[in-house]
């Protein structure tokens, strides 16, 4: 081109920025012999929605800094954009502040900018100024506004608040109904949840999977079978995301059936293979102890991820199986995957099952020495299992004392359960007992076994002085629970039930 002049340089940049070519649209932007705020905004806008955030800001504070070239709106809708991105909310009030400062508060005749600020604000949980902005902005607050606003209340626990807007703006889509019920189900209120799904005058499959969801974190399995099957009844495809949640449920409940079925529908379904439901399939199958068919799925997977690693590292680790799964860590470290803290927990938990002392000492060491992961309390307390598994319980004393900080109640509770694989330990129990009771006063197991180990020692001064405490402090041990399916649904038991009428009729 022979003659180039400051739109033909902006529109090049712009183009670059929006195929993703950020790095050649900055090379442009720097050989630009002449800018205007067009051009800066549209390298920051370019910025902002790639992910360079602080990149963005950057470039704002030095456009500041050229005093004849002043922000427009369009800069500070990708500036708002930026300082979400950067997760700091100070910095969305200085963004707010700049708005003023350059007088642009007033001229927002789209709503745009209004928008912007209402929902980083939201995001951040600064409500009273969202609240304020769009009260101040009602004509040009549409419903993308309204639900930002509702997502505001809801993260930051202002349910009731969230209701009240919902109830009075004039325009709801599904965005703003499936936002209420999972606000609801998050805080466990499923009735409230279920009215709003029921009276939605147009559900889609977020609505559906956000319901299914829901019932699930709330434990209520069999309901969330059963929309999953009315879902199918009225017509509405599952997305990935509903037969992920199934999955976790059918795991959850050792429900092989039901993990079946879902994979059976996927078959029919789906067309192409998805990584995310191959790691669903994996973990499902594993929780419901079809160990063969967990690995069949993982061997036919056309790639695998982290995810798909360690799925199949915890379900034979589950299973214990150590072989297996030293074999699967092995040919992930072939492949090229580099592991993380749950890798560890998982070949950690195999050697503590199988009784692999010296290999798991050598993998602990690892972490750190080799790949660079600091071990968390979980794998402190597989170590403290792995010692108190093979009979070394005064190493695993030693190894809690010489850890780098100071044990908690996680640490203590592992050591304490340590000694109960082998006898005449008693004073190392009565010691992780004690410091047990100091950090969690109303544990049940650590006043058991302390009220075990004075009447086995003669102590029965102290034993009946502890066991006054517990009637006391109300310390009551949690019962076993187990349960099996019946008729689609689960039946539970827990210890010292009353055995129902029924039982004899299940048991045949």
Known sequence: MEERNVVTWTSMISGYCRAGEVEEGYCLFRRMPEKNVVSWTAMIGGFAWNGFHKESLLLFIEMKGICDVRPNRETFISLAYACAGMGFPHL???????????????????????????????????????NWIFNKNGNNCNVQSCNSMINGYIRFGRLEEAQNLFDTVPVRDEISWTSMIDGYLSVGQVSNAYYLFHNMPDRDAVAWTAMISGLVQNELFVEATYLFMEMRAHGVPPLNATFSVLFGAAGATANIDLGRQIHCVIMKTESESDLILENCLISMYAKCGVIDNAYNVFSNMVSRDLVSWNSMV????????????????????????HPNSVTFLGILSACSHAGLVSRGWELFNAMFDVYKIEPGPEHYVSMIN??????????????????????????????????????????????????????????????VVLCNIYAASGRHVEEHKLRKDMGVKGVRKVPGCSWLMRNGGIQMFLSGDKIPAQVAEILL
Request: charged content about 20%; some cysteine.
């Open 386 to 447: 792995l010692l108190g598994r093979a009979g070394k319980i005064k190493e695993a004393e030693e190894f809690v004392l010489r850890l780098p900080f100071e044990p908690d109640h996680r640490i203590w509770g592992a050591l304490l359960g340590a000694c109960g694989f082998c006898e005449g330990n008693a004073a190392i129990a009565e010691h992780a007992a004690k410091r047990l009771l100091e950090l969690d006063p109303l544990n049940a197991p650590a006043h």
């Open 314 to 337: 915890m379900g034979f680790s589950h299973h214990g199986l150590a072989n297996e799964t030293l074999k699967v860590f092995e040919s992930m470290l072939e492949s090229g995957t």
């Open 92 to 130: 969305v009030k200085q963004l707010h502040a700049q708005v003023i400062v350059n007088g642009l508060e007033h001229d927002d005749f789209d709503g745009r900018l209004s928008r912007s600020l209402i929902q980083i604000y939201s995001l951040f949980g600064i409500i009273d100024f969202a």
